[in-house]
C-alpha cells in the first residue's frame, strides 16, 4: 500500500482511500489487498476504498479481479471490483512517453 487518504466529506459517512501503484501482475496480491482493506478498516473503523493505478491495460484488467481465497472447492472470500476505468487521463509514464494510467477500485 502506497498511500492511505482520509476523506471527510461535510454530509458525513467518512471512508479512507487506499492507493497501490501496480506496474504488473503479482502473486498473492489479492490476499494483501484483502488485508490491507480489513487492517484500515479494524484501525480506524471507516469503510475502505482500494484503488490500483495500473500503467497498462493488461495489469488493469488483471488487478479488475475477481480474486479468491480458497480451501479445497470451498470458497472463503471472493474479491470483486466496483469500478473499472479504462482510459483515464493521459500522464508521462516511467521511462516512456505518454501512457495511460488505469484505476482499479474495489
Partial sequence: ???VLKVEPSGGDGFLIALEAQT???PGK???WSYYVAYLH??????VLLV???KDLPTASWAA???E?????WTTQPECPRHTEHGGPR???VGQGNSEILVRMA
Avoid at 481465497?69 to 472447492?73: A, L
Fill in 52 to 54: 490500483a493505478v495500473c
Fill in 69 to 73: 481465497c480458497r480451501v479445497g472447492t
Fill in 91 to 93: 500522464h508521462a509514464g
Fill in 65 to 67: 479481479g475477481p480474486f
Fill in 1 to 3: 500500500m502506497d498511500t
Fill in 30 to 32: 489479492g490476499c494483501s
Fill in 42 to 47: 479494524a484501525k480506524f473503523g471507516m469503510p
Fill in 24 to 26: 504488473a501482475r503479482a
